[in-house]
Antibody
Framework: QLQLQESGPGLVKPSETLSLTCTVSGGSISSSSYYWGWIRQPPGKGLEWIGSIYYSGSTYYNPSLKSRVTISVDTSKNQFSLKLSSVTAADTAVYYC????????????WGQGTLVTVSS | QSALTQPASVSGSPGQSITISCTGTSSDVGGYNYVSWYQQHPGKAPKLMIYEVSNRPSGVPDRFSGSKSGNTASLTISGLQAEDEADYYCSSYTSSSTLDVVFGGGTKLTVL
């Protein structure tokens, strides 16, 4: 059974780069037809898609975040990663990694989520 | 402001049926059969309940059903149970610019 687990710093300073990793277990990240994605949820608010990546490396980003987002895959570690640059307090959120069945979802399963706070 | 519009809250008694609506446009909900619904309990990750408007993943009770009419999708839960109390989010593919995914603002379901 596929399982996903996020990891990374819980506190990031404004203007710096947020970096998170999602470790996949129970399956190979490089299996054909697999996409991988990131979604975030500010405290007390709704969900926002950040972006998705195909196992081959093709990426799809939320147009509102595209200039600051990079998603990549490390097949040797069975992981994929998120980098979000020039963060502000508005980027404070629980960040989830998930597997979209296609580039735009649906998303299943999800990781447990990790809270990232942007503060000096 | 979320791209898809959901009621902030709905409620129902055990055994009853409730419906949550999700209203978008012809560029998202109305234009594609790529509407999904997620259930989220407090402090937990969302769980996929419905995909492609009306399909249930394995393990989701058949009390949960989805439908769509025009630019509005709906999630119906019949035989309401206490454990159904949660937040529910709809999502849709959208082609308003490039490939994009939009979510609703979420609906809090209270089981009375």
């Amino acid at each position: 059974q596929l399982q996903l687990q996020e990891s990374g710093p819980g506190l990031v300073k404004p203007s710096e780069t947020l970096s998170l990793t999602c470790t996949v277990s129970g399956g190979s990240i490089s299996s054909s037809s697999y996409y991988w994605g990131w979604i975030r949820q500010p405290p007390g608010k709704g969900l926002e898609w950040i972006g998705s990546i195909y196992y081959s490396g093709s990426t799809y980003y939320n147009p509102s975040l595209k200039s600051r987002v990079t998603i990549s895959v490390d097949t040797s570690k069975n992981q994929f990663s998120l980098k979000l640059s020039s963060v502000t307090a508005a980027d404070t959120a629980v960040y989830y990694c998930a597997r979209p069945l296609a580039a735009a979802g649906p998303f299943d399963p999800w990781g447990q989520g990790t809270l990232v706070t942007v503060s000096s | 402001q979320s791209a898809l519009t959901q009621p902030a809250s709905v409620s129902g008694s055990p055994g009853q049926s409730i419906t949550i609506s999700c209203t978008g446009t012809s560029s998202d909900v109305g234009g594609y059969n790529y509407v999904s619904w997620y259930q989220q309990h407090p402090g937990k990750a969302p769980k996929l309940m419905i995909y492609e408007v009306s399909n249930r993943p394995s393990g989701v009770p058949d009390r949960f059903s989805g439908s769509k009419s025009g630019n509005t999708a709906s999630l119906t839960i019949s035989g309401l149970q206490a454990e159904d109390e949660a937040d529910y989010y709809c999502s849709s593919y959208t082609s308003s610019s490039t490939l994009d995914v939009v979510f609703g603002g979420g609906t809090k379901l209270t089981v009375l």
